[in-house]
């Protein structure tokens, strides 16, 4: 089909495509519940953290534990938008899944004492870092294009 959707007509493939549909969708339940714990939890942990003594004032430790919990449910969203697209259009959009890779690596980075790291950690956290800078980069670039890096093969003339 050239709609992009996929329309089974085997027994065997609806009953599969139905299976696909049922976990999507309980995945989306249980990441909608893992981002409302989570962010009620983030809620209560700043709560208590500016109410505790000194009042009002955070250190710079509980500050990052804090963005890095920010983080985790930025990173929460994005998979849940992941999961919604591929329900709604049944595809993954890459540039989604570059985002997601994105906000974790700088929450990694957010949180990492860099004086207890060794060297090759810390230069493979910078080849991650440019690996998805340049991938997020080519992507766009194939955007500003027009190419449909979705769907390749079909962007390609027969």
């Known amino acids: 089909m050239s709609d992009g959707k996929r329309h089974p007509d085997h027994f065997m493939m609806k009953l599969v495509y139905g299976f696909e549909r049922l976990i999507t969708m309980v995945l989306l339940a249980v990441m909608m519940l893992a981002i409302l714990v989570a962010t009620v939890d983030l ?6 953290q500016l109410v505790s003594k000194p009042f009002l004032m955070l250190d710079v430790t509980k500050v990052t ?3 890095g919990f920010v983080f985790m449910v930025l990173i929460g969203l994005e998979l849940l938008e992941t999961i919604k697209t591929y329900l709604s259009e049944e595809q993954l959009h890459v540039e989604v899944v570059f985002l997601v890779a994105m906000i974790a690596i700088a929450r990694k980075v957010i949180l990492l004492d860099v004086k207890k790291m060794e060297p090759p950690v810390l230069y493979g956290i910078a080849a991650i870092i440019f690996a998805l800078a340049a991938g997020f980069f080519f992507l766009r670039l194939a955007y500003s294009k027009g190419e449909d890096v979705r769907n390749p093969h079909e962007a390609m003339p027969e």
């Open 65 to 67: 534990d804090i963005f």
């Open 43 to 48: 809620g209560r942990q700043l709560f208590e």
